[in-house]
């Protein structure tokens, strides 16, 4: 005599209609858990999207990871570097992924708390910014310190350090300056305007191609309202 194969659908579905709860009662406590599963995630998203900064939210520092702490001066310190704004939350015009939500939702559960005041790294065209590619979501733990929760988006241009270079400082902005006229120089041909060549002759096109770049530089500053790297880092303002 053969044995015919176990169904283990069959099983557990046998194991299911043994159980108290009818298909309806079944149906309805699924529906409430639903219900409440959707209402944490818009309180969350609620709490991400009007964020305007809490100066502390109460984690188990016992079972934080240590390696997705950051402090002010660091978060600045790259800021800076990359020409990146760090702002509360509600200036962000970009989209709060569902997977971030869910680590926020992860946390406050195994923190036992509802964490606000979240703050975001991103470039300034990210931003809703009053006049008005990769974001970093963080909550403050107190004392400059705070807290990743989560990053998305794609990675920057592997040159962008080297680009915004110039706007840390007026100092930074002037060695270009002189860079790009001095190379600008270098490019006239020999006798353009005068049959013999001297150092002399060559410093004067120097200096006025100086005064041709910089006068490029200071108008476009001035007329788009631009301003260097750490006067913008945590500014809510466009022009600036």
Known sequence: MLLSKTNIEEKLTKVRNGQILSEDERMKEVHNILSNLDAEFDRIEQNVT????????????????????????EIKQICIDYR????????FKGSIPAEALSKIKSLEK???LEIKGFKIIAPSKLFKLEDKDDPLLFAPIGNGYHYLIHQWGNDLHPLRKFLMWPF?????????????????????????FSKSNSNAQFWILNFFMFKCIASVVIFYGFAMGKNFNPAIWNSKYFNS
């Open 110 to 112: 195994e923190h036992n």
């Open 84 to 91: 990146l704004r760090f702002l509360d939350t509600s200036y």
């Open 50 to 73: 009007t964020s305007k900064g809490v100066p502390i939210n109460k984690f188990n520092f016992e079972i934080l990871e240590s390696s997705k702490i950051y402090h002010i001066d």
């Open 168 to 192: 840390k400082s007026i100092v930074n902005l002037a060695i270009l300056v002189l860079l790009m006229s001095f190379i600008t120089t270098m490019m006239i041909p020999d006798g353009l």
